[in-house]
């Protein structure tokens, strides 16, 4: 059963930053490339970063290149994000997952995940 467990959120500040971990379980986690989805009030959930099963490719969605970067841990079955110089907008609930592809032909859309775990939620507020 595939579990994934998010956690690391919190209350910052802007220009702050915050380090995300996600957890897996249930599934061969170094063959799948992973993903982390950020959904903020009001806004669709929305592809941010993802990173190929051996760590040797990554991708950033335009607005956070530079600031966020992913990384993973195979033998802890973990993905990290690390977000720096945090903005207001950066604001969401934070969700990993995962995908058997390579990172090329990833699904980019929440809605072609059927699971999700709890998510953590990210504050950027003065």
């Known amino acids: 059963q595939v579990q994934l467990v998010e956690s690391g959120g919190g209350l910052v500040q802007p220009g702050g930053s915050l380090r995300l971990s996600c957890a897996a379980s249930g599934f061969a986690f170094s063959s799948y490339a992973m993903a982390w989805f950020r959904q903020a009030p009001g806004k669709e959930r929305e592809f941010v970063a993802a990173?190929?099963?051996?760590?040797?490719?990554?991708y950033y969605l335009d607005s956070v290149k530079g600031r966020f970067i992913i990384s993973r841990d195979n033998a802890k079955k973990s993905v990290y994000l690390q977000m720096n110089s945090l903005k207001p907008e950066d604001t969401a609930v934070y969700y990993c997952n995962a995908d058997g592809g390579s990172i090329a032909t990833m699904r980019r859309r929440a809605d072609q995940y059927d699971y999700w775990g709890q998510g953590t939620q990210v504050t950027v507020s003065s």
């Open positions: 990173i190929s099963w051996s760590g040797g490719r990554t």
